[in-house]
């Protein structure tokens, strides 16, 4: 019998940050961020079928576009990240994002994008029988992730 680990990571305290240029200088959006999926990735697998076999002859391709779907609470302060990423949106401005599941202190993993689009970053929806903070789903899409250890 195997044994069970003992370094799970728990999610409540993860690091979400914004560039435009995909290095140097990142905001941080971890205040304002509730969550943040990641989507697509796959890579594509091929395969054919041999007139004398049962099983199919596979082989591997190029991997299909990523995608961020990043919760973020609503503000409306001119400088709070909502508006700024609505007007990089409405620009057409490419972005790259950068995500450590434990909150990107030294020896942690950090998972970053290359730079990418904003698919989507609509206005909010609102629900007056609701007490919770308005939240929006932001949409973005880009091509490679790398995996790096955040340096000691």
Not at 30 to 39: A, D, I
Not at 80 to 93: M, S
Not at 105 to 119: H, Q
């Amino acid at each position: 019998m195997g044994t069970q680990t003992t370094n799970a990571v728990a999610p409540s305290d993860f690091s979400v940050d914004y560039s435009l240029t995909g290095t140097g200088a990142w905001t941080e959006l971890c205040g304002f961020v509730t969550s943040v999926k990641h989507t697509g990735g796959d890579r594509k697998v091929g395969e054919a079928y041999t007139a004398c076999g049962d099983d199919p002859i596979t082989t591997t391709g190029k991997s299909n576009r990523r995608g961020l779907d990043i919760v973020l609470v609503y503000t409306e302060p001119d400088a709070d990240p909502y508006l700024t990423l609505y007007n990089l949106f409405v620009a057409k401005t490419k972005v790259a994002f950068r995500v450590s599941p434990k909150g990107g202190s030294a020896d942690e993993m950090m998972f970053t994008t290359a730079l990418g689009y904003l698919v989507n970053v609509p206005p909010p929806d609102v629900d007056a029988s609701s007490a919770d903070p308005i939240t929006v789903t932001i949409n973005f899409t880009y091509s490679g992730l790398t995996l790096t250890h955040v340096a000691s």
